[in-house]
Nanobody
Framework: QVQLVESGGGLVQAGGSLRVSCEAS????????VGWFRQAPGKEREFVAA????????NYANSVKGRFTISRDNAKNTVYLQMASLKPEDTAVYYC?????????WGKGTLVTVSP
């Protein structure tokens, strides 16, 4: 079983930056790909970014490409999402996800609010 805890959310002005983190409990965390997703009020959860087990491969949603950067530190069992040039439409609860053994594990999320 994998437990995930997101942190780092908060209130930021449009154009600002913020970094959110996802820390995992699993000792085998370094073998997992990790994804970031977000859910805005009244909307469905959507994919934001993903990173493979080693950090050598990443991909992003078109809406965040060039503004967000996903990275990981396997020694710390942590994946980061660095967000820059934030827009009000980036306001959402941000979740990380790990898939293992046919199951998806989610954290409880961290709220990012971008004011105009």
């Amino acid at each position: 079983q994998v437990q995930l805890v997101e942190s780092g959310g908060g209130l930021v002005q449009a154009g600002g930056s913020l970094r959110v983190s996802c820390e995992a409990s699993a000792r085998t965390f370094s073998s997992y790909a990790v994804g970031w997703f977000r859910q805005a009020p009244g909307k469905e959860r959507e994919f934001v970014a993903a990173i493979n087990w080693s950090g050598s491969s990443t991909n992003y949603a078109n809406s965040v490409k060039g503004r967000f950067t996903i990275s990981r530190d396997n020694a710390k069992n942590t994946v980061y999402l660095q967000m820059a040039s934030l827009k009000p439409e980036d306001t959402a609860v941000y979740y990380c996800r790990v898939s293992s053994g046919g199951l998806d594990y989610w954290g409880k999320g961290t709220l990012v609010t971008v004011s105009p």
